[in-house]
């Protein structure tokens, strides 16, 4: 059921953070489907998407929760665990289910507990240990494809095509350091980016940084979940919390707090939302800024720092302790996340550098 729908029965703020008002009359509320499970009003449902065995590698399964409110609204995606090694999503996700009360809901929320089960188990951060591929990079996947595109496919049809909007969540991934921020979809081809800003910073991060979609290119190439949430018409935000496979409570109460203060804002829970902090630093755009070689990397930094254009970034030396490369910033900027090392491999990125705004926030 799409939002033009409900239109009527949902309030004027989430009107405005949807933007689509309709003259039809209030339906009854009824109960959610999806996939082989019915969730009544005011309950939950914990279940999994089933992904069926490929040609060559096995079935997977997406654990799932379905909170459907006592009272109509937007239906909006959770995603944790789309790289399998990024723990404070996920940790945040069984947080969730003990706080968000179907009762107390008006739409529904569809927490995706662990989007890549393989990678979880076998610890393989960036990539499925079957295919060898990132699964934020093959959306909308395929049905028929290897075992990360059926992951993709799933999530896709399933979660993101049934819902009104996003919210991906990420960490810095194995051997990444990351300082915290949200990313928010703007830009011509993306939608309804006063939602995403809303919701982008009800999050409470210091660092927010705004991704302009500008061309088709951008948003097919290596697709990742969130630019399918983009492609589909839907608000988007990313949430990047933790790094370097951790999975202290620092990290994980934030995504907790701000999954709830969103409710808040997009008027899903009762109460008032915690206004956005004073001193968020806004952000246009990154640039990533790759090794040459292969060897041993050493960063210069291991949390947030500003950059000048030709800085040092970090080295890259071989096994015999030869230095190989001194790694450079393209552009003035603050170095957001990066690797960590120490392997790296020629091609890779090691740093994100992201690009202070100029423009109105
Ligand atoms: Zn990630």
């Given at each position: 059921m799409r939002l033009g729908r409900r239109a009527g029965l949902v309030t004027l703020g989430v009107l405005m953070l949807f933007g689509e008002l309709d003259a039809q009359p209030a339906l009854p509320h009824e109960p959610f489907a999806m996939a082989n499970q019915t969730v009544p009003p005011g309950q939950r449902r914990d279940f999994d998407l089933e992904v069926p065995a490929g040609n060559a590698d096995p079935a997977t399964r997406i654990p799932v929760t379905v909170f459907h409110g006592a009272r109509p609204g937007p239906v909006l995606a959770l995603t944790a665990g789309v790289h399998g090694y990024e723990f404070p999503p996920i940790l945040a996700a069984q947080r969730l289910l003990d706080?968000?009360?179907?009762?107390?809901?008006?739409?529904?929320?569809?927490l995706v507990r662990l989007?890549?089960?393989?990678?979880?188990?076998?610890?393989?951060?960036?990539?499925?240990?079957?295919?060898?591929?990132?699964?934020?990079?093959?959306?909308?996947?395929?049905?028929?494809?290897?075992?990360?595109?059926?992951?993709?496919?799933?999530?896709?049809?399933?979660?993101?095509?049934?819902?009104?909007?996003?919210?991906?969540?990420?960490?810095?991934?194995?051997?990444?350091?990351?300082?915290e921020f949200v990313g928010i979809y703007g830009g011509p081809l993306a939608t309804r980016y006063e939602t995403s800003r809303a919701v982008g910073l009800a999050f409470g991060l210091r660092n927010v940084?705004?991704?302009?979609?500008?061309?088709?290119?951008?948003?097919?190439?290596?697709?990742?979940?969130?630019?399918?949430?983009?492609?589909?018409?839907?608000?988007?935000?990313?949430?990047?919390?933790?790094?370097?496979?951790?999975?202290?409570?620092?990290?994980?109460?934030?995504?907790?707090?701000?999954v709830l203060n969103a409710l808040r804002v997009l008027e899903m829970l009762d109460g008032s939302p915690i206004p956005a902090r004073p001193d968020t630093r806004w952000f246009d755009?990154?640039?990533?800024?790759?090794?040459?070689?292969?060897?041993?990397?050493?960063?210069?930094?291991?949390?947030?720092?500003?950059?000048?254009?030709?800085?040092?970034?970090?080295?890259?030396?071989?096994?015999?302790?030869?230095?190989?490369?001194?790694?450079?910033?393209?552009?003035?900027g603050y170095a957001m996340y990066g690797l960590a090392g120490p392997p790296v491999k020629a091609g890779e990125s090691v740093v994100t550098i992201a690009i202070p705004a100029k423009g109105p926030q």
């Amino acid at each position: 059921m799409r939002l033009g729908r409900r239109a009527g029965l949902v309030t004027l703020g989430v009107l405005m953070l949807f933007g689509e008002l309709d003259a039809q009359p209030a339906l009854p509320h009824e109960p959610f489907a999806m996939a082989n499970q019915t969730v009544p009003p005011g309950q939950r449902r914990d279940f999994d998407l089933e992904v069926p065995a490929g040609n060559a590698d096995p079935a997977t399964r997406i654990p799932v929760t379905v909170f459907h409110g006592a009272r109509p609204g937007p239906v909006l995606a959770l995603t944790a665990g789309v790289h399998g090694y990024e723990f404070p999503p996920i940790l945040a996700a069984q947080r969730l289910l003990d706080v968000i009360d179907p009762a107390r809901l008006s739409g529904t929320v569809i927490l995706v507990r662990l989007a890549h089960v393989a990678a979880f188990e076998e610890r393989v951060p960036y990539l499925n240990p079957y295919d060898r591929k990132n699964l934020n990079h093959v959306f909308p996947g395929r049905p028929d494809g290897t075992q990360t595109e059926r992951i993709a496919w799933a999530l896709t049809t399933l979660v993101i095509h049934r819902s009104d909007m996003l919210v991906e969540l990420h960490s810095g991934d194995g051997a990444e350091w990351l300082e915290e921020f949200v990313g928010i979809y703007g830009g011509p081809l993306a939608t309804r980016y006063e939602t995403s800003r809303a919701v982008g910073l009800a999050f409470g991060l210091r660092n927010v940084i705004r991704y302009s979609m500008d061309t088709r290119e951008q948003i097919d190439s290596g697709r990742s979940a969130n630019r399918q949430a983009v492609a589909d018409g839907k608000p988007t935000v990313l949430v990047e919390i933790g790094e370097n496979g951790r999975r202290d409570t620092s990290f994980v109460e934030p995504i907790v707090n701000g999954v709830l203060n969103a409710l808040r804002v997009l008027e899903m829970l009762d109460g008032s939302p915690i206004p956005a902090r004073p001193d968020t630093r806004w952000f246009d755009a990154t640039a990533s800024v790759h090794a040459t070689t292969t060897g041993i990397f050493t960063p210069v930094g291991n949390r947030g720092y500003e950059v000048r254009k030709g800085a040092l970034v970090g080295t890259v030396s071989d096994y015999s302790g030869r230095l190989l490369e001194k790694i450079v910033s393209p552009v003035n900027g603050y170095a957001m996340y990066g690797l960590a090392g120490p392997p790296v491999k020629a091609g890779e990125s090691v740093v994100t550098i992201a690009i202070p705004a100029k423009g109105p926030q």
